[in-house]
Every structure is written in structure tokens, then in C-alpha cells.
């Protein structure tokens, strides 16, 4: 069994900073991507930031220059310092995973998400 833990949501004011934490466990022979997707009331789930392997990133161009996304490869834990935060950043956010299990292969892990209110 795998499961990630995602912590770090709050409330907080237009400009302030959270830092998302997220952290994979369980029977895991290694974990490739780890991300962090969003989804505001009424919208679809979408990208924020992921990380792979071999430390690549990727952001949503809504984020580029405000969030960073890293990762701690030995604990199989991904955070998420997120600045300058603005009003249409509020959105329950999650943590995702790809990891290869020693028996069973790939599985693709959800978080149960984390709620970030940015207000105005």
C-alpha cells in the first residue's frame, strides 16, 4: 500500500507566502514524478508544478515566478513554496505521485488534497 500525505494549506492574505509539504510512503522501490495539481470551485483539475526524477521542472504559466516546486529524493517528499500568492490561487490543492512498487509496478498516488484560501 502507498499513500501520500499532503500538509501546509491555510488561509492567508493577498501577497503572503505558504509552503505545501507532501510526503509518499509505503512499499515504494522509487518515485519518478511528484507534483502538485489544483482545483478551484467550479473548474477542472489542473497542473500547478511537477518535478521528476532527475530534477526537472515544469509550472503552470499562472505560477511561474511565484511558486517553487522541490523535493527531497530520500525522504519521497515534494514541497511547494508558493509567493506572492493572489486571490484566484485559492483552490483545494493535491499531491500526485508515480511510483514503481517492488511487487505490483507502477501506481499513480493522489493526495487527498489541502485547502489554500487567498484572500483579497
Known amino acids: 500500500q502507498v499513500q501520500v500525505v499532503e500538509s501546509g494549506g491555510g488561509l492567508v492574505r493577498a501577497g503572503g507566502s505558504l509552503r505545501l509539504s507532501c510526503a509518499a510512503s509505503?512499499?515504494?522501490?522509487?518515485?519518478?514524478?511528484m507534483g502538485w495539481y489544483r482545483q478551484a470551485p467550479g473548474k477542472q483539475r489542473e497542473l500547478v508544478a511537477v518535478?521528476?526524477?532527475?530534477?526537472?521542472?515544469n509550472y503552470a504559466d499562472s505560477v511561474k515566478g511565484r511558486f517553487t516546486i522541490s523535493r527531497d529524493y530520500r525522504k519521497h517528499t515534494v514541497y511547494l513554496q508558493m509567493n506572492s500568492l493572489k486571490p484566484e490561487d485559492t483552490a483545494v490543492y493535491y499531491c500526485?505521485?508515480?511510483?514503481?512498487?517492488?511487487?505490483?509496478?507502477?501506481?499513480?498516488?493522489w493526495g487527498q488534497g489541502t485547502l489554500v484560501t487567498v484572500s483579497s
Open positions: 500526485h505521485a508515480d511510483v514503481l512498487r517492488p511487487i505490483g509496478g507502477p501506481l499513480e498516488v
Open positions: 509505503g512499499s515504494i522501490f522509487r518515485v519518478n514524478d
Open positions: 518535478i521528476t526524477s532527475d530534477v526537472t521542472t
